[in-house]
């Protein structure tokens, strides 16, 4: 995990409440991902970033948002029109030759 | 469109045997193929993957993997499990589609050595 840290660990989120969340990277890679982990459906991308200040959106990118001001930092907004949000959310980082290095993950419930 | 699968959900294997872990691929030109590990409640770790050259590849904590073109699979091996290889593994390809470079995870298989 280590260069890659997100936050919180645990987030707990209201229904009809958007929440944020953090990813950080020190390893000064140029692409960065956000997946969204089910059991029993392994890793599905949400969205991804290959430069600064652009992004693409993945295979489920309905309810979600993310931004990318910076190059290390890549936050993903949950909104309140994602209708089942509670899930494990992982965000990687790549230097451009293909291996993803992920962060620990976010587990976020839907209270 | 590029694609991996895992066949099987889970593996059980006892402490010191051999162990294989499947996955097989469809993609269009030469495959990018990874396998990543995840421990609970943790993110992936990369273990090992093929580009090029040599069919099998070796890989952390004694994993490898056997690339076989003919029968489009990506098995990842160990000669001798351990009761810490428990966890879940993840097989992936590179795919270059569309607007970016990304990778397509398969399902996971989560393998359980039994003491």
């Known amino acids: 995990d280590g260069g890659i840290t997100q936050s919180p660990k645990y987030l707990f989120r209201k229904e009809g409440q958007n929440v944020t969340l953090s990813c950080e990277q020190n390893?000064?890679?140029?692409?960065m991902y956000w997946y969204r982990q089910d059991p029993g459906q392994g890793l599905r991308l949400i969205y991804y970033?290959?430069?600064?200040?652009?992004?693409q959106k993945g295979d489920i990118a309905e309810g979600y948002s993310v931004s990318r001001e910076k190059k290390e930092s890549f936050p993903l907004t949950v909104t309140s029109a994602q209708k089942n949000p509670t899930a494990f959310y992982l965000c990687?980082?790549?230097?451009?030759?293909?291996?993803?290095?992920f962060g620990p993950g976010t587990r976020l419930t839907v209270l | 469109a590029q694609s991996v699968a895992q066949p099987e959900d889970q593996v059980n294997v006892a402490e010191g045997n051999p162990l294989t872990v499947k996955c097989t691929y469809s993609?269009?030109?030469?495959?990018?193929l990874f396998w990543y590990v995840q421990y609970p409640n943790r993110g992936l770790q990369f273990l090992l993957k093929?580009?090029?050259?040599?069919?099998l590849v070796k890989g952390s904590y004694g994993f490898e993997a056997e690339f076989n073109k003919s029968q489009t699979s990506f098995h990842l091996k160990k000669p001798s499990a351990l009761v810490s290889d428990s966890a879940l593994y993840f097989c992936?390809?590179?795919?270059?589609?569309?607007?970016?470079?990304?990778?397509?995870f398969g399902t996971g298989t989560r393998l359980q050595v039994f003491p």
């Open positions: 990687a980082s790549s230097p451009g030759t293909v291996s993803q290095y």
């Open positions: 390893l000064n890679h140029d692409a």
């Open positions: 970033s290959q430069i600064v200040n652009d992004f």
């Open positions: 993609v269009s030109g030469n495959p990018y």
């Open positions: 093929y580009i090029t050259g040599d069919n």
């Open positions: 992936a390809v590179r795919d270059m589609g569309g607007s970016g470079d990304k990778l397509i």
